[in-house]
């Protein structure tokens, strides 16, 4: 009797296995379908096995990796062996460029960033560019100054009809401890020598991108200058500009100014190179458009930007969805490529790992393509945790090489 049970039991067991084989391949043939309906338009599909941005910035400034090909060749190495595919590069900063420039040396009399000896006699982004490639990572160029200069430096002194002012005729500009000085974005000069600026990188080097950030506008109390206000008038029938910087239409108009030179340079390098990247890293929209006159959504919805990194550096994992979940930011996400800048510290702010891995979990699980973090040498070297600790965490985020997202055009 008990054999004869166990054999029924066998058999409706075997019954019961063919039956949920059968569902199962009923399922598969039209689940897919249905969640491809289903899914909401501005959520586009993310597979992180498949595609993901792991990127990071690489700085000039608190790092010597770049000041030598040995630096460059180790950093790299270990980027690679941690499953990173991007690298972002300080190019344009301080007044100065980290490659030999022939466009600097014409318009102010300098090639390379004088104050660095290890920058001299070589050309690190040409390096940056083939030790990268070789290990399977892309180069992206930052443009991190923009239109901002230092106080003191050549290409100011050398063309201070090209700094704009405030409307107290002052031109210094305080970031932390350091005075600075913007060039005018209005002005046609600027615009060439910044948009040759670009080119240079662009048809000169094997890159896979060129990006911009916030400094890519201009502080909303600047524009008072004598040749942007006589610009205001002709377009104001001799009106000048508010005297409240923060007036929405004298915003407004900055703003235009700024997206038109946008158009401009996004349409010079493709021109040269159709498959450069045009990658930007902005604050949050309403910061960026009254505070720097940056209009990234309408750079965005016109197609003037490829890539979007939104720098969302706060402690605070409530703050942190809630800039994640803004109308603009989930906008963007369904056109082009849409990942989220991580701080993982300053010289002076240590940042734990394990805010650093919430904040990269939280990404992923909001359907984000990816991340970019803030900066090298803060991932495991200027920390007061123990360097392979911080590696590990990063090892169990990144357990597979994986491709960039790509922007897919119809």
Same mark, same amino acid.
Do not use: K, M
């Given at each position: 009797m008990l054999r004869l049970t166990r054999s029924r039991f066998r058999f409706l067991s075997l019954w019961a296995s063919f039956i949920a084989f059968l569902m199962i391949l009923l =399922? #598969?043939? *039209?689940? @897919?379908?249905?969640?491809q309906q289903s899914r909401p338009a501005s959520r586009p599909a993310f597979a992180p096995t498949t595609q993901? =941005?792991?990127?990071?910035?690489?700085?000039?400034?608190?790092? #010597? !990796?770049m000041f030598s090909e040995a630096g460059i060749q180790q950093a790299f190495q270990q980027l690679a062996n941690l499953r990173f595919n991007t690298v972002y590069p300080a190019v344009w900063n301080w007044g100065y460029t980290q490659y030999p420039s022939k466009v600097t040396g014409q318009t102010?009399? !300098? &090639? !390379?960033?004088?104050?660095? @000896? /290890?920058?001299q006699d070589r050309d690190?982004?040409?390096e940056m560019v083939a030790i990268g490639h070789r290990r399977g990572l892309q180069i992206i160029p930052w443009f991190e100054f923009g239109f901002m200069t230092t106080a003191e430096s050549e290409l100011a002194s050398q063309h @201070? /009809?090209?700094?704009?002012?405030?409307?107290?005729? *002052?031109?210094?500009? #305080?970031? /932390?401890?350091?005075?600075?000085?913007w060039l005018n974005p209005f002005h046609p000069e600027v615009q060439q020598f910044i948009q040759n600026l670009v080119l240079e990188i662009v048809t000169q080097y094997d890159i896979d991108g060129i990006q911009f950030d916030d400094h890519f506008g201009l502080p909303t109390e600047f524009g008072y200058d004598p040749y942007t206000v006589q610009l205001y008038r002709q377009d104001h029938r001799g009106q000048s500009p508010p005297s409240d910087p923060q007036n929405p239409e004298w915003i407004r108009w900055r703003a235009n100014k700024i997206t038109s030179f946008q158009r401009q340079l996004f349409r010079a390098i493709k021109d040269q190179k159709e498959g450069v990247i045009v990658s930007l890293s902005p604050n949050r929209y309403d910061f960026a458009l009254n505070r720097h006159l940056?209009?990234?959504? &309408?750079?965005?919805?016109? /197609?003037?930007?490829?890539?979007?990194?939104? #720098? !969302?550096y706060t402690n605070r994992i409530d703050g942190f969805l809630t800039e994640l979940a803004r109308p603009e930011v989930q906008e963007a996400r369904s056109h082009i490529p849409t990942a989220i800048g991580i701080l993982t510290g300053l010289k002076d702010r240590p940042i734990p790992i394990r805010q650093v891995e919430e904040q990269v979990r939280t990404v992923r699980q909001q359907g984000f393509p990816g991340v970019s973090f803030f900066f090298y040498e803060t991932l495991w070297n200027l920390t007061n945790e123990v360097p392979s600790d911080r590696q590990s965490i990063f090892q169990s985020l990144f357990t597979q090489s994986v491709i960039r997202p790509t922007i897919v055009k119809p």
């Open positions: =399922l #598969q043939t *039209t689940i @897919p379908a249905f969640s993901e =941005l792991r990127g990071v910035w690489l700085t000039n400034v608190d790092s #010597q !990796v102010f009399g !300098v &090639t !390379v960033d004088p104050r660095e @000896p /290890g920058l690190a982004l040409a @201070p /009809g090209w700094v704009t002012r405030r409307r107290d005729g *002052t031109e210094i500009w #305080q970031e /932390g401890i350091y005075d600075r000085r940056q209009d990234w959504r &309408t750079w965005e919805r016109e /197609g003037l930007i490829e890539e979007l990194i939104l #720098q !969302v």
